[in-house]
């Protein structure tokens, strides 16, 4: 396994060629347009169709509705003991004004 490493960071170095001996001045001495990599690339990648974008959409939805659900729930909670909250406060105002008359 080291030395299929060591053989890569030597290919890779061979392909750098070092401008002052500074990191940040490297350069890929090999270049490719992009006109060239295109053409190299695009055969391998299909073309996505509306039925993988639905699938894919779908799976996403699914996701989030999940991640969702925990924060959504508390949400539920909080609204509900608001609302509650609210109602008991008016029967009591009602009821207070009812008394007093």
């Known amino acids: 396994m080291s030395v299929v490493t060591l053989l890569l960071v030597g290919a890779i170095l061979l392909g750098v060629v070092v401008h002052e001996k500074k990191p940040q001045e490297w350069r890929w001495a090999v270049r490719l347009s992009a ?5 190299w690339i695009e055969p391998q990648i299909h073309a996505p169709d509306e039925v993988d974008y639905l699938k894919e959409v779908a799976l996403l939805n699914d996701e989030r ?13 909080v609204y509900l003991a608001l609302l509650t909250s609210g ?13 007093r008359g």
Request: avoid cysteine; charge should be neutral.
């Open 35 to 39: 006109q060239d990599l295109i053409r």
């Open 87 to 99: 109602f008991v406060q008016l029967l009591i105002w009602a009821a207070l004004v009812w008394a």
């Open 65 to 77: 509705a999940e991640a969702n659900e925990v924060g959504l729930g508390r949400l539920r909670h």
